[in-house]
């Protein structure tokens, strides 16, 4: 790993803190935050594995007990609350929209990136964050949709937008995923 891949990964766990600065919206068990927009974009500018490793260094300086969450919480507590399957899906989140990206690197566009924050950073964040909140906060898996969920459709469609016209433009004016190898001609 090059010294800038090491940069890249800590500027964007830094975003995502930055981004958990914003005003949190209270509405239920799960608080509306701006630091999935945070995790989108590490996915979507970083790619796949510089993605994840941003996400995970995040969550370690969270486990470690720095208040970086929108919240104001950290520590381990955190990561046995109701809000611990959203945690866990992060990384996996920025991952899969990383590796979609880097597939589909040479015809990304918006509408792609769209896509791919949506199945990465709303479908992969829901399966794993909606099931763990049903079973820490002893709810039915219809009311863990409900209340964490249902509330977050709109505003996690308005960041998986945003995320795509950002990394549209990085990969516009400053490239961080390098281009894919083009196959060796075959004789």
């Given amino acids: 790993m090059k010294t800038r891949d090491l940069a890249y990964i800590a500027l964007f766990a830094a975003i995502i803190a930055v981004l958990g600065t914003l005003p949190a919206v209270n ?3 799960v608080p509306i935050t701006a630091q999935t927009l945070g995790v989108m974009l590490a996915g979507s500018v970083l790619g796949a594995r510089r993605g994840f490793l941003s996400v995970l260094l ?3 300086l969270v486990a470690i007990g720095l208040p970086l969450l929108a919240s104001g919480s950290g520590g381990l507590a955190v990561f046995a609350g109701a809000t611990a399957g959203y945690l866990y899906s992060w990384p996996i989140a920025a991952f899969v929209i990383g590796w979609l990206t880097e597939r589909f690197w040479s015809r990304y566009n ?3 990136g769209v896509l791919f924050n949506v199945l990465g950073g709303m479908v992969v964040i829901y ?3 909606v099931p763990v ?3 820490v906060a002893n709810l039915s898996l219809g ?3 409900v209340s964490g969920a249902l509330p ?3 505003g996690d469609a308005i960041k998986a937008f945003l995320a795509a016209a950002i990394a549209a433009q990085v990969r516009r004016s400053y490239p961080v995923i390098e281009r ?3 196959a060796l001609a075959t004789r």
Avoid: D, M, S
């Fill in 127 to 129: 399966l794993i964050g």
């Fill in 110 to 112: 918006v509408a792609w």
């Fill in 143 to 145: 009311a863990a949709v």
């Fill in 58 to 60: 995040f969550l370690v």
């Fill in 133 to 135: 909140l049903a079973a």
């Fill in 27 to 29: 509405i239920g068990p």
């Fill in 180 to 182: 894919p190898r083009q």
């Fill in 152 to 154: 977050f459709l709109i």
